[in-house]
């Protein structure tokens, strides 16, 4: 019998595309809502880009100064860690007429903005900075996105401890969220107070009370430590004044509120600012899809059979919820599992966070599972047409992506969605496919082929895979 389809047919060559969802989407409906207003006074949104345009021009001028001066080719641009090389420094110092320290803090302003991204010892600008002068929505993002990296923007203190410094930062929302609701001057004082009561219900929130037998045949005379009593030990004011003072004044160098006199109050910018994020933890309590408490591996489960807008929503209502630190390592952790879907929606996810996502993105490009996701995601953030940045990927990289899409379609698809994912291979033909797919690697290759097999409506091309599926399975050739 002949085959309907030849057996060294060439597939139609398509684009690959990030998978957004592997099932079929569902129709999710429900009510609208009415578009929800800012708090009375807050000015217009072209005012507050007029406004972030003011606050950032210092770091759009170096950026633009990094795109006319820097290009590929020429001297090294940074010191392989993100900031400038002293070379560089000094040539900027001496054509914008600045000094080294005040080019570096503009620097790092841009680099945390998105008006210049850094790949190794290169630079380049950010899509924002092309459009900076017509985009007021671009403006915008670029502040918030400032605003969430704003632990990064003054250096911590270095006689406290790292875990005090991140039990502050993880505590500085609920701080925020007081001042924004009491729209105006609140004492530092007062805000100190705020500051210890929320860093103690997260120590007693990690707190883990043992109810083993060791804790019932402890002896009554011994000391009962604070973890077996259920209580944690109360943040102290000497403790987190001076961590207070770092995060009150790292946040008013990024605009978002002012700070003296034992005052502090959010400026126009972080009065919006923390509306929005407000408002986007309340559209999660409310939807039916609220996934807002859960974590990002449930939360990415569930967002798996919604349509691409509605998935968004709720990854930004998500991180909205939590320090972007670890909800970025989250994911990433979401991503490292064996759930291939859940890798591809983890990186769309990462997608929404944006530049304060970029380190971490960097650190797992040596990681063969999330190498691929990594390059794509960087790719996008250089501004790269999301139909083009397959390009940036080897060949063996494309076909790792393939194989490890192709798994989510077979655990989480229909057949006729796997059969179509076959078109979208970089190979001309089926055998040159089958080639690469078993050279790369990837450990779900024997499961994906087997499953291409049998939704194959093509015995020929059928019995091919599943010979190659038989090959990689027994190690043969």
């Known amino acids: 019998m002949t085959s309907r389809i030849p057996r060294d047919s060439r597939l139609r060559l398509v684009r690959p595309r ?26 217009a949104p072209a005012e507050l880009a007029r406004m972030a345009r003011s606050g950032l021009a210092a770091a759009a001028r170096v950026a633009r100064w990094a795109d006319n001066a820097l290009g590929p080719g020429r001297d090294a641009a940074t010191d392989g860690k993100a900031t400038l090389s002293d070379a560089t420094a000094e040539r900027a110092a001496s054509d914008l007429g600045l000094s080294l320290s005040q080019v570096r803090a503009d620097w790092d302003t841009a680099r945390l903005a998105g008006l210049v991204e850094v790949h190794g010892d290169s ?21 918030v996105a400032l605003f969430d990296a704003w632990s990064l923007a003054l250096p911590e203190p270095r006689d406290l401890g790292s875990a005090a410094v991140a039990e502050v930062v993880s505590a500085m929302p609920q701080v925020l969220s007081f001042l924004q609701l009491s729209a105006g001057p609140v004492p530092v004082d007062q805000l100190l107070d705020l500051l210890c009561q929320r860093v103690t219900e997260l120590r007693t929130e990690r707190c883990e009370v043992s109810y083993g037998p060791e804790a019932v045949t402890a002896s009554p005379k011994a000391p009962r430590p604070a973890a077996v009593a259920g209580q944690a030990e109360p943040a102290q004011d000497a403790e987190l004044a001076p961590l207070l003072d770092w995060a009150l004044r790292a946040l008013a160098s990024v605009g978002a509120l002012t700070f003296g006199d034992g005052h502090a109050t959010l400026t126009p910018l972080g009065n919006w600012a923390v509306w929005v994020k407000l408002e986007q933890i309340c559209v999660a309590a409310q ?20 349509r691409p807008n509605a998935a968004r929503a709720e990854y930004r209502a998500w991180l909205a919820a939590r320090p972007v630190g670890s909800a970025v390592t989250e994911l990433l952790a979401a991503a490292r599992g ?16 944006g530049a304060p996502a970029e380190h971490d993105v960097r650190a797992v490009e040596d990681e063969p599972a999330l190498r691929p996701y990594a390059l794509l995601w960087l790719a996008e953030h250089d501004g790269v047409d999301p139909e083009d940045a397959h390009e940036v990927l080897t060949r063996e990289e494309a076909t790792w992506l393939w194989v490890d899409t192709a798994a989510a379609v077979a655990d989480h698809g229909e057949a006729p969605m796997l059969v179509r ?21 990837h450990p779900r290759t024997v499961q994906v082929l087997v499953a291409l097999a049998a939704a194959h409506p ?3 091309l059928a019995k091919a895979v599943r010979r190659a599926a038989f090959q990689v399975h027994t190690g043969g050739s």
């Open 458 to 460: 093509d015995p020929a």
């Open 421 to 441: 994912h076959l078109e979208s291979a970089l190979q001309p033909t089926v055998p040159a496919l089958l080639a690469e797919v078993r050279a790369v690697g």
């Open 18 to 43: 990030p998978l957004a969802a592997a099932p079929s989407a569902v129709n999710q409906r429900r009510p609208r809502r009415p578009a929800p207003r800012p708090p009375e006074g807050t000015p």
């Open 338 to 353: 064996e759930d291939a879907l859940l890798r591809g929606l983890a990186f769309e996810a990462l997608r929404v966070v």
């Open 123 to 143: 630079a380049r600008p950010g899509w924002r900075l092309r459009a900076w002068d017509r985009d007021d929505s671009a403006v915008l993002r670029g502040w």
């Open 287 to 306: 939807s039916p899809a609220g996934h807002i408490e859960q974590s990002a591996e449930d939360m990415l489960r569930g967002c798996a059979q919604l």
